[in-house]
């Protein structure tokens, strides 16, 4: 039976880097990446004002039944079907994506430490940590660029919900890391300390 492949999981608020250090892994050790994002349950049943009024910054707004089931079928090499979400509509795709493991795969998003049952699965897990400040600047301007928002909206949100659900929920995580990184820090280095503690693992 083959090995199973190593997964590298990747915690912290929304904005610190979570996935330029992702890209960045992926190319150096010829990994693919795995976003929570696609989990988000899917809203079609509710009317789009209320769908907008929803807490996306809550473990419970993304299906991590599926996102663990599908994770542990693809460190046995399994092939998957990943769902697909729309960010604009708050809607998932009827379409879905195929998904081939490769011999490492990097598992990305806000929550990706938060779950017991997801973090078992994990060789090296890392957090990648900044201020609230500096997350929103980089928040607004990926919302506003790839998923439609208003600056405005973007702020309002980051108030209400994003910056409370991550001092509750995401930032506690921390404790669980393997390797800790701070968003600011050069991201040549945050991919040696991870790639260096993946070895050290993969030698055992």
């Excluded at 404790?175 to 503690?197: C, F, K, M, N, Q």
Aim: glycine share 6%.
């Amino acid at each position: 039976m083959p090995a199973q492949i190593y997964l590298i999981g990747i915690a912290g608020p929304s904005g610190s880097g979570k996935s330029f250090l992702a890209r960045h892994l992926q190319s150096t050790l010829k990994a693919e990446v795995l976003e929570l994002d696609r989990y988000y349950r899917d809203l079609s049943h509710l009317p789009p004002a209320e769908r907008a009024r929803m807490n996306f910054d809550a473990p419970e707004a993304l299906e991590h039944e599926l996102l663990i089931e599908q994770v542990a079928r693809l460190r046995g090499r399994e092939a998957v079907q990943l769902p697909v979400y729309d960010f604009t509509t708050h809607t998932r795709s009827d379409r879905m994506e195929p998904f081939q493991a490769s011999e490492v795969v990097i598992v990305e998003g806000l929550f990706t430490l938060h779950w017991p049952g997801l973090r078992e699965l994990l060789g090296t897990k890392v957090y990648v940590d900044l201020d609230d400040d500096v997350c929103l600047t980089r928040r607004t301007e990926r919302d506003v660029r790839e998923r439609g928002r208003t600056t405005e909206s973007v702020m309002e949100q980051y108030e209400a919900t994003v910056a409370p659900m991550a001092r509750r929920f995401v930032r506690p995580t921390i404790a669980h890391a393997d390797v800790v990184l701070t968003g600011t820090e050069p991201i040549e280095d945050g991919v040696a300390r991870v790639v260096e503690h993946y070895r050290g693992r993969r030698r055992r």
